[in-house]
């Protein structure tokens, strides 16, 4: 083991053992962190508690966080706490309306690259999202979601004013304007 260069980190709560592409472990306040090899998913950091893999050790802390309950991102516009660096940049533009993601095709602006992908769909007219039980298709899997609903019955969504239940959330919130707006 000459060859492997082992550093130490400090971080926080954890200390981390980093080896050049060998055993890592993170040795957290309860020792849940190990590193897995052979996986065969390319994931090496495997989550003790959840089995959830990861690339690079800083992606598993990250997730330790969702487990841990700690949110270490406060937005100074609204006090919001998020656990993850990404969610927080992402829900900053809520408050600056910055739309980096931009259509090629007509211009318009999104705060996140899902919604521009999403978009994109419709100049191309893909709709993925297929019905199992019918030949109806759609471009976004929550639509696809909703429509199953008429198939199944189930309505998820309910009226705490009339006792009345929704298969859709838009309607229920269609019908919340309507008849309890003022309330």
């Known amino acids: ?17 980093v080896a050049h ?3 890592v472990s993170v040795a957290g306040p309860s020792e849940i962190h190990t590193q897995s090899r052979g996986t065969g998913t390319g994931k090496r950091f495997v989550y003790d508690i959840c089995g959830k893999g990861f690339r690079s050790n800083s992606k598993l802390l990250a997730h330790h966080k969702m487990h841990t309950g700690e949110k270490p991102f406060v937005c100074r516009t609204c006090s919001k706490r998020l656990t993850q660096k990404g969610d927080f940049k992402r829900h900053l533009r809520t408050h600056t309306g910055e739309k980096p993601f931009k259509c090629s095709t007509c211009s318009k602006g999104f705060a996140e690259k899902y919604y521009l992908e ?22 976004r899997k929550t639509h696809l979601e909703g429509h199953l609903r008429t198939h199944t019955g189930e309505k998820p969504y309910n009226c ?5 239940d929704f298969g859709d959330k838009s309607n229920c919130n269609q019908h919340y304007k309507r008849k309890h707006a003022g309330k």
């Open 1 to 17: 083991m000459d060859h492997m260069r082992d550093e130490i980190v400090n971080n926080k709560d954890s200390l981390i053992l």
């Open 21 to 23: 592409e060998e055993v």
């Open 118 to 139: 999403v978009h994109l769909r419709t100049h191309s007219g893909e709709k993925s999202f297929a019905c199992p039980r019918c030949d109806k298709k759609f471009r």
């Open 160 to 164: 705490k004013f009339r006792g009345m």
